[in-house]
């Protein structure tokens, strides 16, 4: 069975370094998008990156980048510069094709940016 | 461009009394989900639709629950009768089949509290 597993429920991180958010999917199709999302105290859902399982290249946007190890199942989401406004929850999220496409998240991280 | 849409905002009902939340894609987009999010169970697929037919509503959880999509630019979830289990916040989110990729772009949310 498909599932995506996040082993940091919180995270802290200083303003302006780096930070790398876990996380670990397992499906046997080979034909599946990995994508990280982030919410905010507010509660919206704001889509920040997308890696598909073909993409030979990590993903990048502007401070996001995916580091994608498909060997190893992992997509891990990595912030650079952090900044205050990155505190939020942070979600993994994969979609797969078996009959209809399917979709599951992850629990969640929750990242504090300390000033 | 207008996000997905979404009201109510805020829905506050006593149990038995029928709930129905609206959703407006964006436009052009040919999928359309509705989403269920708690502290204990997380974020939850319950149905979603592609080209307004429902193709998979395994994750409704009891036949209280229904959804419907009369056209490409609007959809409703209903509730009915409603329960305070139910409470939780509903997202809507679209997005457009392309190849190798299918971002999800999510509503604000509504957020359901059942007395």
């Known amino acids: 069975a498909q599932k995506i597993t996040q082993t940091q429920p919180g995270m802290f991180v200083q303003e302006k370094e780096a930070v790398t958010l876990d996380c670990t999917y397992d499906?046997?199709?080979?034909?599946?998008?990995l994508f990280w999302y982030k919410q905010p105290s507010s509660g919206e859902m704001i889509f920040l990156i997308y890696?598909?399982?073909?993409?030979?290249q990590n993903a990048t946007e502007g401070r996001y980048s995916l580091n994608f190890q498909k060997a190893r199942k992992s997509a891990n989401l990595v912030i650079s510069a952090s900044q205050l406004g990155d505190s939020a929850m942070y979600f993994c999220?994969?979609?797969?094709?078996?009959?209809?496409?399917?979709?599951?998240f992850g629990t969640g991280t929750r990242l504090k940016v300390l000033a | 461009d207008a996000g997905v849409i979404q009201s109510p905002r805020h829905e506050v009902t006593e149990m038995g009394q029928e709930v129905t939340l609206r959703c407006k894609p964006i436009?052009?987009?040919?999928?359309l989900f509705w989403y269920r999010q708690t502290m204990m169970r997380g974020l939850e697929l319950l149905i979603y639709?592609?080209?307004?037919?429902?193709?998979?509503d395994s994750g409704m959880p009891e036949d209280r629950f229904s959804a419907k999509m009369p056209n490409a630019s609007f959809s409703t979830l209903k509730i009915q009768p409603s329960e305070p289990r139910d409470s939780a916040v509903y997202f809507c989110?679209?997005?457009?089949?392309?190849?190798?990729?299918?971002?999800?772009?999510f509503g604000p949310g509504t957020r359901l509290l059942v007395l």
């Open positions: 989110a679209s997005s457009k089949h392309e190849l190798y990729q299918e971002t999800q772009y």
């Open positions: 499906t046997s199709d080979q034909s599946y998008g």
């Open positions: 890696q598909g399982s073909y993409d030979e």
């Open positions: 999220a994969m979609r797969w094709a078996s009959g209809t496409y399917k979709y599951i």
């Open positions: 436009s052009g987009h040919d999928y």
């Open positions: 639709f592609n080209n307004n037919v429902p193709i998979d």
